[in-house]
């Protein structure tokens, strides 16, 4: 599916997913947000803050898929490098934003405007600056790479003021079944053949485990709504043909 | 850090995640898990049910790292492709595991071990079987790839099991503390100082927003547990000179 959709990658940077110290609360929101600009997430990948594995990393994705948003390592502290690996990722100097470095400046009592927070104005040269409402700190686009902060309200700050300015496509269309006690190996042999007659759409399949029950939720993705409903019609109509009674959308805990 | 001890990279496979359909739940579980067994993560990719990018994804992934899991696409469903692309990964062929098949048939009732299940006993020539206390159907091992369930109690079990197994390092020890009102921009110079007295440690700085008060955590992470605390000692003094007082351990929400 997709195929006439612009992609996305996102790179979450940072040790602290990868160490099991923060649970990430970024995928799914940029997901879900990108999703409904018509810009599907094809790829997320978590890095840590090592600076060859950043610049190795944003030049591969940016070559491969038309958006790359990357979160996490523009703050003042030593392991911030995300904005001065990709100015070496593109090759350009790493140097004072002027609009950023002045509205920091302002912003700052006399003094306050350190080295440290210096940083947070010093930019690839040419990036584009990405408000937010939370913090005076800006991100930064350059080329089809989208420079975020980690912290999610401060993140999502940012995709808000970003998302009406993306160039997205034809919005992902979801609609979702569910069935109690119905196992996959019972529905998998009828799910396939409505997949292969929606050749278009991406049809997945999700065991679930609850206290309310046990079941899975069928799930039927695409750019044309009139499909998505077909195929969730010929699910439903499955799973009544299995004895069991469909419900629509997702299964509540 | 970590230059002796091996390490990892987990690829999530699954459009559900991509979509944002789903929360992961299983990085952290993993990150955390592995960091234990002093096999730190170094690596997240999630990928979509696409057979070319879980081919080529597995077979970069572990050429570079010295273990790879994956979580999910081992179901019974069309979309379950995992299995079949890390054969394909290998160049072997993908036929019935004899103990998988002998099993699962086994466990079900006569008739009900359809070709949907016998996709769940069939893998890779040469997988060794990974157990797990919830489901019939075993993940696999083969080379330095751990092929685990996507639903997470099942994957942790499969973990549970697996993680005798695994020839770890030094376990990664862990220890924190934070301030309130601590703006980054003020700690970061000295906390500098103290990262380059520490070269073998990661030390990172977390800002938190929370109803308690906002302010930042700081981490210090390495197989050492005298350097991780004489690191932390330092950064309480730190916190001290610059007039917050610091809290041992990880702010409460």
Redesign the interface.
């Given at each position: 599916m997709n195929g006439k959709n612009p992609t996305a990658c996102l790179l979450?940077i940072?040790?602290?997913?990868?160490?099991?110290?923060?649970?990430?609360a970024n995928?799914?929101?940029?997901?879900?947000?990108l999703?409904e600009l018509g810009i599907?997430?094809?790829?997320?990948?978590?890095?840590?803050?090592v600076p060859q594995?950043i610049i190795d990393t944003v030049n591969e994705v940016r070559a491969k898929f038309d958006y790359v948003f990357t979160t996490g390592g523009i703050?003042?502290?030593?392991?911030d490098i995300t904005s001065e690996c990709v100015a070496a990722a593109f090759g350009v100097p790493w140097e004072p934003h002027p609009e950023a470095w002045a509205r920091m400046e302002r912003a700052y009592k006399p003094g306050?405007f350190?080295?440290?927070?210096q940083r947070?104005a010093t930019m690839p040269r040419g990036a584009s600056l990405i408000d937010n409402a939370m913090s005076v700190a800006p991100g930064f686009q350059i080329g089809n790479v989208y420079v975020m902060a980690g912290?999610p309200?401060v993140m999502q700050s940012m995709f808000e003021w970003l998302a009406p300015r993306l160039q997205g496509g034809a919005k992902?269309q979801?609609r979702a079944v569910h069935a109690i006690a119905l196992p996959?190996?019972v529905?998998?042999?009828g799910?396939?053949a409505i997949?292969r007659r929606y050749p278009d759409l991406?049809?997945?399949?999700?065991?679930f485990?609850r206290p309310t029950g046990n079941g899975v939720t069928l799930?039927a993705?695409g750019t044309d709504l009139v499909s998505v409903e077909g195929a969730i019609a010929e699910i439903t109509t499955l799973i009544t043909q299995l004895g069991r009674t469909p419900i629509p959308g997702e299964p509540v805990a």
């Open positions: 979450v940072g040790n602290e997913v990868l160490s099991g110290r923060t649970q990430d995928i799914r929101f940029l997901a879900t947000g999703g599907p997430l094809r790829e997320v990948r978590v890095i840590p803050d594995t703050g003042p502290t030593h392991d306050d350190n080295a440290a927070r947070m912290v309200r992902i979801q996959e190996g529905i998998a042999e799910l396939s997949q991406d049809i997945g399949s999700y065991p485990y799930v993705k």
